[in-house]
């Protein structure tokens, strides 16, 4: 480790999210929060903390599982119903839909604009989103949502630039980048993940019972939660980049 960075540990600590009140979870598509940052969720809402999801697009596209003769127009709001379930279940009422068609079929200033009015109306102090530096990332509304993300935890807290895009300021002090390759802070989420599985059964048309995709993803799940408890010696845990305000800019250290 560099002098500069040991330094900085101490002069910039990470921010420790869950000390925070409000946060704001974005999600490409509908079950992708529940698959990044599903037990953190379930954890930060028992905890009685301000938690809201946005699914950013509308998931027309995910036909694989889906019942035989599915038009994509039909997905979507099944796809929302499924989205409100699996909030529920772990313990989020408020969740909400941004228009934008899967594939990344739309403008991402119009993204921009739409995630901010969602910002300004929620006041969060922590935003999570997938991580858009992630080499192997290719899809592109994961890497539209991780972008547009990291742009406004920056500038929310500019009223100039708020009111530019249309929306008003907001106190977020800190971005917690999920579906991640350089984890710096953990959550310890023993307790919260049989509701993570269980969430992710209620998103049926991607997950049908028995279904070799589902099985594959709880096992991921699985593994991800004991490699990162025993890395953060939490017994299971779920792992995210955090930048503050000071590590956001001008401070290529921050970049573990």
């Known amino acids: 480790m560099s002098i500069t960075k040991a330094v900085l540990r101490f002069a910039a600590p990470l921010p420790r999210l869950e000390r925070f009140d409000r946060f ?5 598509h509908p079950d992708d929060i529940e698959i990044g940052a599903g037990a953190t969720a ?42 409100i379930a699996s909030a529920k279940r772990l313990g989020v009422t408020d969740v909400r839909f941004l228009p934008f068609e899967d594939g990344g079929f739309y ?12 910002i300004g109306d929620t006041q969060p102090q ?13 899809h592109t509304d994961h890497l539209r949502v991780g ?3 990291r742009r406004l935890a920056f500038a929310a807290g500019s009223q100039p630039v708020m009111e530019r895009l249309g929306a008003k300021c907001a106190p977020v002090e800190a971005i917690a980048y999920y579906m991640t390759a350089k984890p710096n802070r953990y959550v310890g989420t023993r307790g919260f993940f049989k509701r993570q599985l269980e969430a992710l059964l209620c998103h049926e048309s991607q997950f049908p019972a028995g279904c070799a995709a589902l099985r594959s993803v709880r096992l991921y799940l699985k593994l991800r939660a ?5 890395r953060s010696g939490k017994g299971l845990a779920e792992g995210f980049r955090v930048l503050g305000q000071t590590q956001m800019h001008c401070l290529p250290e921050a970049d573990k």
């Open 126 to 138: 922590v935003l999570f989103a997938p991580d858009p530096c992630v080499m192997s990332e290719c």
């Open 42 to 83: 379930a954890k930060l809402a028992a905890a009685g903390k301000q938690v809201t999801f946005l699914i950013c697009t509308d998931g027309r596209y995910g036909l694989d599982y889906a019942p035989e003769g599915t038009t994509p127009e039909a997905l979507i709001a099944m796809r929302q119903r499924e989205s």
């Open 226 to 230: 004991v490699d990162f408890g025993i």
């Open 147 to 149: 972008n547009c993300a």
């Open 24 to 28: 704001l979870f974005l999600g490409p």
């Open 107 to 118: 403008d991402e200033n119009d993204l921009l604009r739409a995630a901010a009015a969602v």
